[in-house]
């Protein structure tokens, strides 16, 4: 007899359970069946861009909307992923740069399970875009590459840097003052062989939106042995007027340069020019400063010893 009485309780409390969820869930359907207002926040993004231009900002990256539907949609719509799609393109221009999209239930509707719910408001109802000129242009590459030579070496081209311009583009604004860009720091001491190797450009990273192309350049040093070289070589003086003659003294002239090994023997005296300019002649003085006018480009450090030379004049 107990036993039964237990097996009674027991579907008694089955059968009580059973009618007690299916009426919560018969209460619960009837609610999400009925209309009620629901606020929600819905992300901006922008697509269509046009090529010249540049999304330098807006006034809001979350609009929020408030309407009415039933509570099962709304449910639902927790499942999808929603957001205005805000064509740049299609925007409404209010002064050079400032364009704006206002916000209205027939334009812009909610998808998923949203899309026929009632839309009442939007805050703010107005996007504010801020679009900045794409503008482009070449600037030179300046090296923050430092060299120390090792002691008798050198390079008579020095650090060499390909491209030595780059293409930067970015906001007109910016770039505008854009005078250059830089290579990395980089030091490199005692060298005495060639040096060949990429190092990239600074990122600015106080310019938003800025591409530079390319992001890295090639840098090049051809290092040589160099020695001190001394050649004399005859002083000319030119620009003497035909009714005047002139001598000057020495007549020829000692030049000091630095030259690399290779090239050592192939200087010469006929490789070099230096002359007296008679139009630069001082009437309170009597002496002419010598000028350098001709020389190889394989030498390096070239001075005369010889700082000042005489004149005079023969009647």
């Known amino acids: 007899m107990a036993e039964k009485r237990k097996k009674f309780r027991k579907i008694n409390f089955r059968v ?5 969820v299916i ?22 993004s922008f697509n269509n861009l046009p090529q010249d231009k540049l999304l330098k900002t807006y006034n809001t990256s979350v609009i929020n909307v408030s309407g009415v539907a039933t509570g099962y949609e ?21 002064d050079s740069n400032l364009f704006y999209h206002d916000f209205n239930p027939d334009n ?3 998808t998923g399970s949203l899309v026929n719910s009632v839309l ?12 900045d000129t794409n503008f482009e242009k070449k600037v030179p590459v300046r090296s923050q590459i430092e060299l120390n030579y090792a002691p008798g ?40 062989s060639n040096l060949k190797d990429s190092i990239q450009l600074t990122s600015l990273k106080r310019i938003k939106q800025l591409t530079i192309e390319p992001k890295t350049v090639k840098y090049n040093v051809d290092v040589d042995k160099f020695t001190e070289g001394t050649l004399t070589v005859p002083l000319q003086l030119i620009n003497v007027p035909p009714q005047v ?49 001709q020389s190889p480009t394989y030498v390096r450090d070239l001075r005369l010893a010889e700082k000042t030379v005489q004149y005079l004049f023969v009647k």
Not at 23 to 44: C, E, G
Not at 166 to 184: E, F, H, M, N, W
Not at 261 to 284: A, E, G
Request: net charge positive; hydrophobic share 40%; with cysteine.
């Open 16 to 20: 009580f359970s059973t009618i007690l």
């Open 23 to 44: 009426t919560a869930l018969t209460s619960i359907m009837l609610k999400l069946n009925k209309d009620f207002t629901f606020r929600v926040k819905v992300p901006v």
């Open 74 to 94: 709304y449910l639902k719509y927790k499942f999808y992923d929603q957001h205005f799609n805000i064509d740049l393109a299609a925007l409404t221009k209010k």
């Open 108 to 110: 812009d509707r909610l």
């Open 120 to 131: 009442k408001s939007f805050k703010p109802d107005t996007l504010f875009v801020i679009l």
């Open 153 to 192: 070496y050198g390079s008579l081209k020095g650090l060499e840097i390909n491209p030595d311009s780059v293409l930067v583009r970015g906001p007109k604004s910016s770039i505008d003052t854009l005078q250059a860009v830089y290579t990395l720091k980089e030091r490199f001491k005692a060298v005495k």
């Open 245 to 293: 003659t002139a001598k000057i003294f020495p007549k020829r002239v000692k030049l000091i340069f630095n030259v690399n090994f290779k090239n050592y023997d192939r200087l010469k005296p006929s490789d070099f020019k230096v002359v007296c300019d008679f139009n630069k002649i001082d009437s309170t003085s009597t002496t002419l400063t010598p000028e350098i006018v």
